[in-house]
Structure formats: C-alpha cells, structure tokens
C-alpha cells in the first residue's frame, strides 16, 4: 500500500518568508545608545573644566606688528573653607589684585556671603571694566555647590575669561 505525501511538506513552502528576529539587534542599540550618551557628556564636562587660554606671549619675539594689548592687572579670587589663623586661612573669600589691599569676605551666618562677593566684584567691574580674566582658585575643602555658584557671580559680572587654579597645598 502506498502512503499519500505529508501534508507538512508543502505548508512549509506556502508560508512565505520567516520574519526576522529583531531582538539582538534592539539589546545591542539599547546598550549601546545610553553608553554614546554619557560619553558625550563626560566630553563636554572635560572640555569645560578644561582651560585652553593662552598663560605666555606665544613664544615670540615681540618685535612683531600689531595685536599688542595693554597688560591686564591680575585678579585672584581664593575660596576657603578651614579656620587656621597661623596659616591665614579662614571661612570666606579672599579677593587678591595687583598693586592693592586684600579683600576678607567672610562666612555669614555659616555661609558663604555671595552678595558681599557680589558687591565687591562689580566694584572691580566699575574700576576697571576692561578686565575681562579672573582666576578662581578653590582649597581642596571646598564643595563643589559653592565653586559653581563663585564662577557664576564672576561671569555675571562680565568677567568673560574665568580661569579655575586650584590652590597648591604642600604636606610636610
């Protein structure tokens, strides 16, 4: 006796074709994606904290022609955090210029006191509004709320070039 063919043979063939499986591909884009992400990030935080501003002449001569500008005074603007009067240091902000006094803005009611930095900042701007660098240079103490919030009062206050130094502490 002869069997008939297998039903299942053909109905392989008039299915047409397997879709695909998109899975794999959809778990390497979902890991992959975030990751490019955060490195954009963490490039643009680098680039930012980085500071590109020319410290020399340029290694010339000086006997070139023109670009010569005056020589901008030096502002230096110091964030404590440590109470050592042995060492000069104390809770607050120290406002050092070429050629004057050192400004003392001292805590306030534990806090930093950012209106009198503020304050003192656009009376600098008044003496001398071509100023356009101030370095900011924090002690290893300070947090980083109060770091941002002083460069902010600094480019509030149109001083454009704002050059973050931190301070160097010797141990012996």
Do not use: H, W
């Not at 053909?10 to 390497?28: I, T, Y």
């Not at 004057?100 to 306030?108: A, G, S, Y």
């Not at 009611?109 to 003496?127: H, M, P, Q, S, W």
């Amino acid at each position: 006796m002869a069997y008939r063919p297998s039903a299942g043979r053909n109905r392989r063939l008039a299915g047409g074709p397997k879709e695909q499986d998109l899975v794999p591909l959809m778990n390497l884009f979902l890991t992959i994606v975030p990751f490019l992400l955060f490195m954009l990030v963490m490039t643009q935080i680098a680039s930012v904290a980085l500071n590109f501003a020319p410290t020399g002449d340029g290694g010339g001569d000086g006997l070139g022609a023109g670009g010569e500008k005056a020589e901008e005074k030096k502002i230096e603007l110091f964030i404590m955090n440590t109470d050592a009067p042995d060492r000069e240091l104390f809770r607050g902000f120290q406002i050092r210029q070429q050629g004057k006094e050192r400004i003392n803005i001292r805590f306030v009611n534990g806090n930093y006191d950012f209106v009198t930095l503020d304050a003192e900042l656009k009376e600098i701007r008044k003496e001398s509004p071509e100023q356009t660098e101030i370095s900011v240079s924090p002690y290893p103490d300070v947090l980083y709320g109060p770091l941002i919030k002083t460069i902010d009062l600094c480019k509030d206050n149109q001083f454009v070039n704002v050059l973050y130094r931190p301070v160097e502490v010797r141990y012996y």
